[in-house]
C-alpha cells in the first residue's frame, strides 16, 4: 500500500492579529525581534504607506495606462518592503514575486521617457495639484521622498543599492505621471 505524501501550503489563511506586537515589537523576516520604532521598521513602513498612497492615487479615475502602471508599482514596493524586512539578504531564490532588479529600474526610465514624450517641456517649478488623480500622484512623489530618505538612513551598506536606485528613480517616474494625469485630464498646471 502506497501512502501519500502532502503537498506543502504555501497559501496557508493567514489570521489578522497574532498578538505578538503587542509589546511593541516585530520581527524581520530573518527571525529577528525589533522594536517598531526600529530604523528598518520605520524605513519598510514609509513603504508600505507609499503602496497605499498609489492605490488613492488608482482610486481617483487614473486613465487605464496610469492605473496599470500604478498596479505595477504596487507590486514592486511589496517586494522591495520585503527586501527591506530581510536584512541578512536571505528571501528564498524561489520567492521571485520579491525581486526589484536593474531591469525594474530600466522599466521605470522608460515609461518616464514615454510620458515625457507627451508632455509640454517643463520650464518653471510647478505646484503639486490638479485632477484627483494628479494631485494623489504628487502626494505619492513626496511620500517617495521621504522613504528614499528613510531607507538612506540606514546605511548603504545595509541596503541593496537596486533599492535606492528604485526609489530614485520612482519619485522621478511619479512626478512625470502627475503631470500626464492632469496634462490628458486637460487640467493645466499651476506655476510656481
Known sequence: MRVEEEAPVYNRPVKIYTR????????????????????RVAAYGDVDELHASLGVAAA????????????????????????????SHKIAARVVKATVTDESVARLEGWIDTLEAELPPLRH????????????????????RRAERAVLSLGTDR???????????????????????NHRAGVPETIW
Not at 64 to 75: G, N
Not at 159 to 181: C, G, H, K, Q, T
Open 20 to 39: 505578538t506586537g503587542d509589546a511593541g515589537e516585530t520581527s524581520l523576516f530573518d527571525g529577528t525581534r525589533v522594536s517598531k520604532t526600529d530604523p
Open 60 to 87: 481617483a479615475s487614473l486613465d487605464s495606462q496610469l492605473s496599470e502602471w500604478t498596479v505595477s508599482l504596487q507590486r514592486d514596493l511589496f517586494a522591495l518592503g520585503a527586501r527591506l524586512a530581510d536584512p
Open 125 to 144: 517649478f510647478i505646484l503639486a495639484g490638479g485632477c484627483p488623480g494628479g494631485a494623489a500622484l504628487h502626494l505619492s512623489r513626496t511620500i517617495c
Open 159 to 181: 541596503v541593496e543599492p537596486v533599492v535606492i536606485v528604485y526609489l530614485n528613480r520612482l519619485s522621478d517616474l511619479l512626478f512625470v505621471m502627475a503631470r500626464a494625469a
